[in-house]
């Protein structure tokens, strides 16, 4: 290295760092039978198709990635803290269906509830129906909305709460989704209207 050489010197200086450490840490995890995982003592759901494994969790500052090998399986939100539980209702809602039995006492259930109009539709199957009946008619509700979509779900079960004498049920949700896809879709492909730039010229010619 020639003395004075400013070049050399950052490259002998580089040679000598440490390598850069990665931004993240990890940890080998198993699902549980009930849809979640354990990471830094908090309680996080992942998809139920993933119960059972043993994934590795690459835990950054805002989010957890998990892996099978190089394979990533699913993204969840992190959240700092060592206590409570980050449950989406999505991961949850088929091991719930199978046992609905499960959902009086399940322990993250205020996590069912994605807004007050769902919390008003189960009080209203409570009042229609026994309990265990009410728990089985609002998860099939709910997931149709983790297959249908959240705000198109809630939007009719809003409307069908406010509807005098109305039914709420998963086959009475499902038929009015159906309709409107329905009514969306022949919108879509409803015929051009016409138009005629004559009309559009003598409009222009008599405002001038």
Known sequence: MREGDPQAASAAMRE????????????????????????????????????????????????????????????????????????????????????????SEYRWREAMFPSLVWRAAYDHLCRQHDAHAADVCYLEILQLAATDGLGAVENIVEQLLLAPKSTLNATEVTTLLRTYEDEAMAFREREAIPVSLEVYDELLGGSL
């Open 16 to 103: 000598h760092l440490a390598p850069e450490l990665p931004d993240y840490t990890e940890t080998m995890v198993r699902v549980n039978n009930n849809s979640t995982i354990r990471v830094c003592k908090r309680v996080y759901s992942v998809p139920s198709k993933l119960i059972g494994s043993r994934l590795r969790a690459r835990i950054h500052e805002t989010h957890i990635v998990l892996l099978d090998g190089m394979v990533v399986l699913a993204e969840l939100p992190f959240r700092g803290g060592d206590r409570g539980a980050v449950i989406d209702f999505r991961h949850v809602i088929k091991w719930l269906v199978r046992k609905p039995g499960a959902f």
